[in-house]
């Protein structure tokens, strides 16, 4: 099990539950690339020491260009020749406890995000 292409496959399955989105594969790629490029860019704040000046000069160009790397490496590994479909059909029918589980794992692992950047 490749915990990166579950969180993928939770991601979409959560986005698909009510309606169906044309498109919500791109919303998938972004959120995931959202959460990924937020762990790294805490950790790039806090190893350089980013200012508010200093983001406005130097720092401002890496960011983004670490976050549009990730986003066209997401897009590459999922959306190329339409591989989420495959995603998506391996972790269909998975245990009612696995999903349970991995679900508050994957909620933590966001709250925990968003906590590193408001607290720290």
Known sequence: MNPYYYVFARIY????????WSGSEWNVVFALTLGVCLNLMTIYIKVFKVTSE???KFHKVPIVAIGLTFFLFNCYLFIYKDKYKRIISAYKGEPTLRKTIFGILIVLYFMVTFALIIFF
């Open 13 to 20: 399955r959560m986005l698909n539950r009510k309606r169906h």
């Open 54 to 56: 200093g983001f406005n």
